[in-house]
């Protein structure tokens, strides 16, 4: 069982895509344990995309993502953090997989719509960066939970 942070974008929420985008994640047996709509400060957008400080696009990238709110998610499932980049697709939405939340959705590489943990180090600090302790809500059961308790664990 794996954790990742997945954040849709300031284009995800003013396009009205947040229902959209989490229903993805949850048909595919992800659970959410931790949820929040937010503003990104330029101190926390520097420390979230600290590996990108210099590269070209950086400058975009920080101003995009503090352009507007954010969902914030903390995404829990089996294999979550390569299943949900899957979900999510390739950086640059012309080469994303049909069927990925940036192919279907977006035209753009700063513009498209979701992050999601790249690694589960990365995993970790992006978790560590946007939530706390307490705002993790994991002790409820999901559907697929509870199928999957019928059959005596069976994946
Ligand atoms: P994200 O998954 O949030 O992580 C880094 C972000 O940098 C990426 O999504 C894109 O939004 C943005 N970006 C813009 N241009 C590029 C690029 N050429 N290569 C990688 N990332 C880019």
């Known amino acids: 069982m794996e954790r990742t942070f997945v954040a849709i974008k300031p284009d995800g929420v003013k396009r009205g895509l947040i229902g959209r985008i989490i ?29 990108h400080f210099g590269k070209p696009f950086y400058p975009e990238l920080i101003d995009f993502i503090t352009s507007g709110p954010i969902v914030a998610m903390a995404v829990e499932g089996n294999n979550a953090i390569k299943g949900v980049r899957h979900i999510v697709g390739s950086t640059k939405p012309d080469e994303a997989d049909v069927g990925s939340i940036r192919a279907d959705y977006s035209s753009y590489s ?13 995993a970790k600090r992006e978790l560590g960066l946007y939530f706390s302790e307490e705002e993790y809500c994991p002790d409820y059961k999901t559907m697929f939970e509870i199928i999957l308790d019928n059959h005596g664990g069976i994946r």
């Not at 700063?110 to 990365?122: G, I, K, R, Y």
């Open 110 to 122: 700063t513009m498209n719509l979701v992050h999601a943990s790249d690694c589960p180090e990365s």
């Open 23 to 51: 229903q993805r994640f949850e048909d595919k047996s992800y659970k959410i344990v931790a949820i929040k709509m937010m503003n990104v400060s330029a101190e926390l957008a520097a420390k979230h995309y600290e590996e």
